[in-house]
């Protein structure tokens, strides 16, 4: 592998100074010429990945999914103010393929018809009550170790460190479930060996705003807004209910009222003198 990698530093280029040319990928073996990517795209996974049901968001992620074998963190202002109606799409279909859908501390406790309407059923959630950091911690790495076939394990662990994280990512590349770590907004600013990490907030009109904070391959600018209408509303609301941003700029007044239209403005003087 020395050899080889040695042939490819001193290849020419075709498109460099001097006239050199370009070292052809297409020399090296398949398994070796699939393995490189450029720093420029978005690097394709080297395991399974569920899709997320929103096609713009597959667009940048990887493999074109959630990742399995690792550990994906999701951002967020506040605990349970997105997450399930990003993650809904995908837990759905893993439950409905029999897969289990483990809970390690949930902020609040989960409102099962709720998620009902969102395809989770409840025999398939399973809810575990760890009320300390430490329990939090150690009842998800028990569960990314069992490795749970076919699930998912969301950990709300918003006080973990980045040693520990990196446990949990050196554990869940045996495990081939999801595996979500739901941590606060301020922890972009901290380094973390998870390999997929994504900030997700609220958006108008029943959007997500989700941007991509790290992922195999090129840096991401701006963020993405999907549509995401929890549970099954979508089919019940009427096109104003869809579009509420519309319906409160109608009910601003304008610039001049009605009454201020009708009344010829007049100096305050004259006003008193009649």
């Known amino acids: 592998?020395?050899?080889?990698?040695?042939?490819i530093v001193n290849a020419p280029s075709t498109h460099g100074d001097g006239g050199k040319q370009l070292f052809d990928v297409g020399q090296l073996a398949g398994s070796v010429s699939q393995a490189?990517?450029?720093g420029?795209?978005?690097?394709?996974?080297?395991?399974?990945?569920?899709?997320?049901?929103?096609?713009?968001?597959?667009?940048?992620?990887?493999?074109?999914?959630?990742?399995?074998?690792?550990?994906?963190?999701?951002?967020?202002?506040?605990?349970?103010?997105?997450?399930?109606?990003?993650?809904?799409?995908?837990?759905?279909?893993?439950?409905?393929?029999?897969?289990?859908?483990?809970?390690v501390g949930p902020p609040?406790?989960?409102?099962?018809?709720?998620?009902?309407?969102?395809?989770?059923?409840?025999?398939?959630?399973?809810?575990?009550?760890?009320?300390?950091?430490?329990?939090?911690?150690?009842?998800?790495?028990?569960?990314?170790?069992?490795?749970?076939?076919?699930?998912?394990?969301?950990a709300w662990l918003p006080q973990a460190r980045a040693e520990q994280v990196r446990r949990l990512q050196v554990h869940a590349q045996s495990c081939d479930c999801l595996v979500f770590l739901f941590r606060p907004e301020a922890a972009q600013l901290d380094a973390s060996p998870a390999p997929l990490r994504v900030l997700a907030s609220l958006g108008i009109d029943w959007q997500l705003n989700v941007r991509i904070l790290k992922r195999k391959g090129a840096l991401m600018d701006g963020s993405i807004s999907i549509a995401s209408v929890p549970g099954n509303l979508a089919s019940v609301f009427t096109p104003r209910l869809l579009r509420p941003s519309l319906l409160g700029a109608k009910a601003q007044p304008s610039n001049g009222s009605t009454?201020?239209?009708?009344?010829e403005r007049k100096p305050l003087r004259q006003f008193v003198a009649n």
């Open 1 to 7: 592998m020395s050899a080889l990698l040695q042939r």
């Open 259 to 263: 009454l201020d239209s009708t009344i």
């Open 36 to 38: 490189i990517w450029r």
């Open 108 to 154: 609040k406790r989960p409102h099962v018809p709720g998620l009902v309407k969102l395809g989770i059923a409840e025999s398939n959630l399973v809810w575990i009550a760890a009320d300390s950091p430490a329990e939090r911690l150690w009842a998800t790495e028990q569960l990314v170790k069992a490795n749970p076939r076919g699930g998912a394990i969301l």
């Open 40 to 103: 420029t795209e978005v690097g394709q996974a080297s395991q399974a990945v569920v899709a997320t049901g929103f096609d713009a968001l597959d667009a940048e992620l990887p493999g074109g999914g959630w990742p399995c074998n690792a550990v994906t963190e999701v951002l967020q202002p506040q605990p349970t103010l997105c997450e399930w109606r990003l993650l809904s799409p995908a837990l759905e279909k893993l439950v409905s393929a029999g897969g289990q859908i483990l809970l």
